[in-house]
């Protein structure tokens, strides 16, 4: 703890029900991030990545709004930072607007925390009496609340591919943490999840490169967790921040298997991969990606099959949960019916186009450190989707994980 003039605490941190399951998907998934760019990526990115897991622990960790702010704005530098890293043109245009929404998100913040103390005479993390709709838009930000998503389909695919998968596991995850923390259960939030939920799938649908698609995908996943939290009943949060860490797990492999096209084959897009120049003669028409990496198949189908809410993978777990909790709640449990099955399509896409009918020739193996990576992901996600109860203990309320 660090103590300020007139008592003020800058550095305070506490365990609040809902960090400890937050901050092991941060860390778990943060460790498999980085050893999958250990080979891969700049000593500078991974060195501001472990930057970027440290302020999402301190965001979880902490106990007034002074930490949970100053937590609030390293994360937003630190992500920004490894998208400018990539040091590209488009790189560098899109880092700048994502660090545009960034900094508006703490702002308003900042103005929601001041109006908050003005009121209360005190930083102690609570539900806000004063300044709610500043901390709504500020934390909408973060979480890509509809119209304020933009950054994400701009600064995920712009990194270096290994850099995504560690965007993908922290930013918006923070900004759902944050959701249940800060903001008193609504309709509004609700139904904002919702509509995330299919509107996003939706978009992901006709995206024709791998990580845009799974940049609108996060959006609709997004969406479940905050209406799950939003709804603020114990069954509802359990299984937001159940499917919170599971999302972490496969968004992260589904990341990893599109970085391996992309480090391997040279391209991400859906056509690309489709139409090849002519093969000069004797020399064989590349196989399909399926067959020459593997590895990466293998993730991106349980990566799919996952977030496509198929037993027995982990994320019918959740996702199981918060459709109960919401069952009946017009018209959110219609919404997150029809974001399901668009997000089984969705991914029916993601396979075909992307690995089975997809051929181009493979410039370089996959690093030991990258299929380890794919390895450990895909596992993570099939035992916790047949023994869920490995993260019942980490739950805020206990709920029952028997689905």
Same mark, same amino acid.
């Given at each position: ?15 609040? /029900? ?24 700049? /000593? ?51 880092? &700048?607007?994502?660090? *545009? ?15 908050? &103390? ?8 609570? !539900? ?12 909408? $930000? ?71 698609? %799974? ?34 797990? !496969? ?11 992309? &480090? ?47 037993? /027995? ?6 996702? &199981? ?13 219609? %919404? ?18 992307? *690995? $089975? ?19 450990? %992901? ?15 203990? %980490? ?9």
């Amino acid at each position: 703890t660090v103590l300020l003039k007139n008592n003020l605490t800058l550095f305070s941190f506490s365990e609040h /029900p809902y960090s400890k399951i937050a901050g092991f998907g941060f860390l778990f998934v943060g460790a498999i991030g980085l050893l999958y760019g250990l080979d891969v990526s700049k /000593p500078g990115e991974q060195a501001v990545l472990l930057g970027a897991i440290g302020s999402a622990i301190g965001v979880c960790f902490a106990d007034n709004f002074l930490t949970f702010l100053f937590f609030w704005e390293t994360l937003t530098l630190t992500t920004a930072a490894v998208v400018f890293l990539k040091r590209t043109p488009h790189a560098v245009r899109m880092a &700048y607007r994502m660090l *545009f929404f960034s900094l508006m998100s703490g702002f308003l913040l900042l103005v929601g925390i001041i109006l908050q &103390y003005n009121a209360t005479g005190t930083f102690e993390l609570m !539900y806000p009496v004063a300044g709610l709709p500043f901390f709504i838009l500020g934390i909408g $930000i973060k979480t890509a609340f509809l119209p304020l998503h933009f950054w994400v389909p701009w600064g995920y695919p712009a990194a270096n591919f290994p850099c995504s998968v560690l965007l993908a596991a922290l930013c918006t995850k923070v900004g759902v943490y944050a959701v249940a923390r800060l903001l008193p259960p609504s309709n509004f939030i609700i139904i904002m999840g919702a509509v995330m939920a299919i509107y996003a799938v939706t978009v992901a649908l006709f995206q024709n490169d791998l990580r845009r698609l %799974l940049s609108y995908s996060i959006i609709s996943k997004v969406g479940f967790m905050v209406c799950g939290v939003g709804l603020g009943a114990p069954l509802a949060v359990d299984g937001g921040f159940l499917f919170l860490v599971h999302h972490m797990l !496969y968004k992260a492999l589904l990341f990893m298997s599109a970085g391996a096209v992309i &480090y391997t084959v040279g391209t991400e897009n859906f056509q690309e991969l489709q139409h090849h120049k002519e093969i000069p003669g004797g020399e064989k028409e590349p196989s399909p990606l399926w067959k020459a990496l593997p590895v990466a198949f293998i993730g991106a189908l349980v990566g799919a099959l996952a977030i496509s809410g198929t037993p /027995p993978f982990n994320g019918y777990v959740g996702k &199981y949960l918060i459709k109960h909790a919401v069952h009946g709640i017009n018209p959110a449990g219609l %919404l997150l019916t029809l974001a399901s099955v668009a997000t089984a399509l969705c991914f029916c896409k993601f396979v075909y186009f992307g *690995f $089975i009918k997809a051929r181009g020739k493979v410039q370089r193996k996959l690093t030991f450190s990258m299929q380890a990576a794919i390895v450990v %992901l895909s596992a993570s996600c099939l035992i916790t989707g047949i023994w869920p109860q490995i993260l019942a203990s %980490l739950l805020p309320y206990g709920s029952s994980l028997d689905v």
